[in-house]
């Protein structure tokens, strides 16, 4: 299991100073007349999370310094000690202390070691004082038993199972440990009639065969050693009546559990096997961390690996496959091998989707106590993974999904219980992988959207809306620029950004996103996203002499159309036919400004795009074909340019623009429009 | 799907133990303290409950004493979090009704095996 700890820093820092400042604010409030019982409690137990903290993510540093505030508060909590205006100014000194070596911890610095020295020393002579009592319990020494066979007897008491232990899972623990052989004394189980099923009237004894100490069998029964009689003692199995080494007990104690009974506390069975050799089952956390910027220029390397060896293949296709036939297999090789560096490479900056799913419910928690409500959180398939870059870009679009099902999707507890619903509103968080694609979604299960109070907003914002619109084309209006139907401005969710930000966002990424709302029931928000925005399946395509690159997942259909399909509406703006719906058509060459190739789509290809539901037709001359091409951002390069959302290299070194269907679709209609 | 609830005030330790938890496939809810889980526990069930010992409003004995009175609870793994000097603490907890501890600091693979142990 390799569980990066360093991604609960941030927040176990946060929460370290904040604690800080509030032991702070406590201590100067805390004189030695007025030692209130509650303030130190509240001190206390900032530092003990600190400390607990500090231990967790591995601050030694500064968990052994806030062993001695911790000790010295539990003291002055137990009333042991007094607080007296030494020690409450010493405490001071060390919460400033605390805060340099945190300080440390957080920038990779160091803290004045001086001081450190110094306030320790002065916590550690306070506790040195006679009513100090450092706290920490005796450890009892090793035993330093010889490996060999245990003998032990456990006889839990009657009620071991209200405290939540029950014997079986001892016994497992215990067979993990080494070669056990159970055998089980029912002498106090009662008639049926006076059996109570919740009492525990068996008894074991058990002959372990294990290289463990008798401490690490003590282990096993710590948190029942006050529930149960029990004795641990070395055994040899030469000359006891419980033992018999012949092959076929061998094979039966080798088997799961075998049960022997004990009558009248003497043994009719018992069997001693052999101690398997037990490989240590501990799994080492074999990660290491590396600098994103590393990964990144790997990613590129790998990128320009693709394009050289596309180069390759390119080149190589002029060849005569008989006469170059070994050429041609180590190709065909380099080809698997590229493919295989590049998924590995990807995979590599694949991070679970936790990384954002984990902020929400304190964002749900918090949102809710303010606004009154009740909501439980529910996530599902956190470890689904995605590209860190996708992760990041996410975040805030989901932050504000979340924040908007809390403020106007779940209902005020009364006006649930009142349509007959949990007074506490359930949010759902759910990604999943879909073919090349993650699917996030945001549910809730409140009131849904209002149909006439989104169209009448719309009409309000001179938005184009009609009653007869479908569902669907209603929900979408929720995205247009300026949408807000919240009849208050919150602070919570109307802080000017609204779903339309969302929208851009998710566009960004060239993902996709769709409502589905049930007035009553709730709303279901579905984003769809590539999962890396590193390399993209595309269809390339020419236009005149230049080459375009269409996202295929963008990519609905292509046809020849015949003369008949195309028709011009209101003049200029013209449509093609596609089973009985009419589809705007655009021309790539218009739009992109070639001067070369075909204008009229008779001659040419006409390939059907479609992204957010909405779908044009564009004209191109030819296919090209389909290919994986690694992205090059024009935005960071050169500068944003509309219609195009990025740039690749060819097999044959040219470049070629990647197309923004999302963009192309705006173009169309302000051209369907005009 | 085995549920847990996980009870700290310290939100890096909670985030931690219920990633943790979460990524060996277990569903986890979480809350900041004992009166908040109390609540939740009557309102949902739980396989196992992991609690803090010092928490505000309602601490982790009080806590487990609080979930041993429920019927749903009666035995219902209760495990506590707490730090090696509590062995005072340890005794308290067992008398009012947890099943075992976990010493912090614990790494997510001990904290794995321990939950795992009880109710995997």
């Known amino acids: ?674 | 799907m085995k549920r847990i609830l996980a009870v700290d005030d310290s939100a890096s330790m909670r985030q931690m133990v219920a990633f943790t938890l979460k990524s060996a496939g277990f569903e986890v809810a979480e809350a900041a303290d004992g009166a908040i889980a109390l609540e939740m526990a009557k309102k949902e069930s739980f396989s196992l409950v992991l609690c803090d010992v010092n928490m505000p409003n309602m601490d982790g004995i009080a806590l487990v004493r609080a979930l041993r009175q429920l019927p749903a609870y009666k035995f219902t793994p209760l495990l506590m979090l707490t730090t090696e000097s509590g062995a005072e603490k340890k005794q308290e907890g067992k008398q009012a009704g947890a099943t075992g501890w976990l010493v912090k600091p614990f790494n997510p693979d001990q904290l794995i095996a321990t939950v795992n142990k009880v109710i995997g």
């Open chain 1, 1 to 674: 299991m390799g569980i990066d700890l360093a991604r609960f820093h941030q927040t176990f820092f946060e929460e370290s100073f904040e604690g800080l400042d509030a032991m702070e604010s406590a201590l100067l409030r805390l004189s030695p007349q007025t030692a209130d019982r509650e303030a130190i409690n509240g001190i206390f137990r900032a530092a003990h999370s600190i400390k607990g903290g500090a231990a967790t993510f591995g601050f030694n540093e500064v968990s052994a310094f806030t062993h001695l505030l911790e000790t010295l508060l539990d003291e002055m909590r137990a009333g042991v000690r007094p607080v007296g205006g030494a020690e409450i100014d010493v405490l001071l000194r060390a919460v400033d202390v605390l805060r340099e070596l945190l300080h440390a911890a957080r920038d990779g610095g160091s803290a004045d070691p001086a001081a450190v020295q110094q306030i320790g020393d002065a916590l550690t002579r306070l506790l040195a004082t006679p009513a100090a009592d450092d706290g920490t319990p005796p450890r009892a020494a090793p035993s330093a038993a010889p490996p060999g066979t245990w003998r032990i007897r456990f006889v839990p008491q009657p009620q071991i199972f209200t405290s939540g232990n029950d014997p079986l899972r001892i016994l497992r623990a215990l067979s993990q440990l080494g070669e056990l052989d159970v055998c089980c004394d029912t002498t106090r189980l009662p008639g049926l009639a006076d059996a109570d099923p919740e009492r525990c009237y068996l008894a074991w004894e058990l002959v372990l065969r294990s290289a463990c100490d008798r401490e690490a069998i003590a282990e096993v029964f710590a948190w029942v050693e006050d529930e149960c009689e029990l004795s641990i003692e070395p055994w040899r199995a030469d000359g006891d009546a419980c033992a018999d080494t012949s092959a076929s007990a061998r094979r039966q104690a080798a088997e799961a559990q075998p049960l022997r009974l004990i009558e009248g506390g003497r043994t009719t069975d018992g069997a001693v096997a052999e101690p398997a050799a037990r490989t240590a089952q501990r799994t080492e956390s074999s990660s290491i961390r590396v600098a994103t910027e590393k990964i990144d220029s790997l990613i590129n390397l790998v990128g320009e690996l693709v394009i050289t060896e596309a180069m390759l293949q390119q080149l190589a296709r002029t060849l005569d496959p008989v006469m170059h036939e070994k050429l041609l297999a180590g190709l065909a090789l380099l080809d698997r091998n590229t493919r295989q560096i590049q998924e590995a490479v990807m995979a590599t900056r694949m991070l679970p989707v936790d990384f954002v799913f984990s902020r929400f419910p304190r964002v749900v928690r918090d949102l809710a106590a303010k606004l009154g409500k009740q909501v439980r959180l529910q996530t599902v398939g956190e470890a689904t993974e995605l590209d860190k870059s996708v992760i990041e870009c996410i975040a805030d679009p989901l932050t504000h999904l979340v924040r908007n099902a809390i403020d106007h999707g779940i209902e005020r507890p009364a006006e649930r219980i009142a349509a007959g619903k949990d007074a506490t509103g359930t949010i759902r968080l759910s990604a999943a992988h879909q073919g090349g694609h993650i699917v996030i979604e945001v549910a809730d299960d409140g009131r849904g959207l209002d149909r006439t109070r989104i169209i009448a907003k719309a009409r309000e914002r001179g938005l184009a809306a009609a009653e007869t619109m479908s569902d669907e084309e209603v929900w979408r209006l929720i995205f247009e620029p300026g949408f807000s139907t919240a009849e208050t401005v919150t602070d919570v969710s109307g802080r000017g950004v609204g779903m339309d930000v969302v929208k851009k966002n998710v566009d960004a990424l060239s993902g996709t996103i769709e409502v589905a709302s049930t007035a009553g029931w709730g709303t279901r928000i579905t984003i769809r996203l590539p999962l890396t925005l590193a390399i993209l399946d595309g269809m390339s395509v020419r236009v005149g002499d230049e080459v375009f690159i269409i996202p295929l997942a963008s990519v609905a259909e292509s046809l020849q159309p015949s003369p008949g399909q195309i028709r011009s509406v209101a003049g200029c703006a013209r449509v093609i036919k596609l089973r009985n719906e009419y589809v705007p058509l655009v021309s790539l060459r218009e739009i992109y400004g070639v001067r070369t190739g075909a204008h009229d789509p008779a001659h040419g290809l006409v390939v059907v795009l479609e992204s957010g539901g909405r779908r044009i037709a564009a004209v191109v001359d030819e296919l090209v074909g389909q290919q994986q091409v690694v992205i090059k951002s024009i935005e960071s390069n050169y500068r944003r340019v509309p219609g195009i959302s990025g740039a690749t290299i060819l097999g044959d070194g040219r470049v070629a623009l990647i197309t923004d269907v999302a963009e192309i679709l705006r173009i169309g209609s302000r051209a369907q429009a005009a």
